[in-house]
Structures are given as C-alpha cells and as structure tokens.
Nanobody, 122 residues
Framework: VQLQASGGGLVQAGGSLRLSCAAS????????MGWYRQAPGKQRELVAA???????NYADSVKGRFTISRDNAKNTVYLQMNSLKPEDTAVYYC?????????????????WGQGTQVTVSS
C-alpha cells in the first residue's frame, strides 16, 4: 500500500485546511485509515480515523473542529480541519491499517504516507 498525502500549508488561527490521502497498491484489504500528527518534541498522536464501514474516531482536542471522511471510489481519505489553532501545528501523517487472511491466519500491515506540514499562526 502506498499513501500520498497532500494539502498542508500555512494558515492563520481560525482558518481551515483540507488534507487528502490517496491510497494505491493492495488497497482491497484496508481496514481503516487515519491521520496522525507529530509536533516538535512531542510523540506522534492519533488525530482521526475512519474504518471501512465508516465509523470514525477523533482525538478529544479536535472533536467538533475536524472531520475525517473517505471516498471509496477514489481510494482517498480527507481530513477537513476548521477553526485551526496554533497548537494544531504539526507534521500530519496518513496511515492505513490492512488486514488479510492467508490459510486461516489473519495478517496485518500498517502503512504510512509522507508527512505534510500544517502550520497555524496566531
């Protein structure tokens, strides 16, 4: 699975950005996709995730401001970020969790896209 992320940039506080992540390769068994972020000096953290069935999960810090969605026809996941705050500044990474069965055994793969920088100025 290859993931191509795009959409980062510089925005003022209160502004909006939309990140995109296009998946290619062995996408037929992707279970969930999500966005993580890593700010300087901090650990990478989950921002939002969406399963193949459409269930979503958000970090408390972004609930009500960020929306994750997916376009299955385009194999793309989006992260709409509204009301951005300076503390949202980080490198954002797309992630895919893939699971498949081989001879009765469930195998799992985890894939990362390249990061895209999001900078929110105050």
């Amino acid at each position: 699975v290859q993931l191509q992320a795009s959409g980062g940039g510089l925005v003022q506080a209160g502004g909006s950005l939309r990140l995109s992540c296009a998946a290619s390769g062995s996408i037929f068994s992707i279970n969930a996709m999500g966005w993580y972020r890593q700010a300087p000096g901090k650990q990478r953290e989950l921002v939002a995730a969406i399963t193949s069935g459409g269930s979503t999960n958000y970090a408390d810090s972004v609930k009500g401001r960020f929306t994750i969605s997916r376009d299955n026809a385009k194999n793309t996941v989006y992260l709409q970020m509204n009301s951005l705050k300076p503390e949202d500044t980080a490198v954002y990474y797309c992630n895919a969790d893939r699971r498949w069965v081989v001879e009765g055994t469930v195998l799992q793969g985890n894939y990362w896209g390249q990061g895209t920088q999001v900078t929110v100025s105050s």
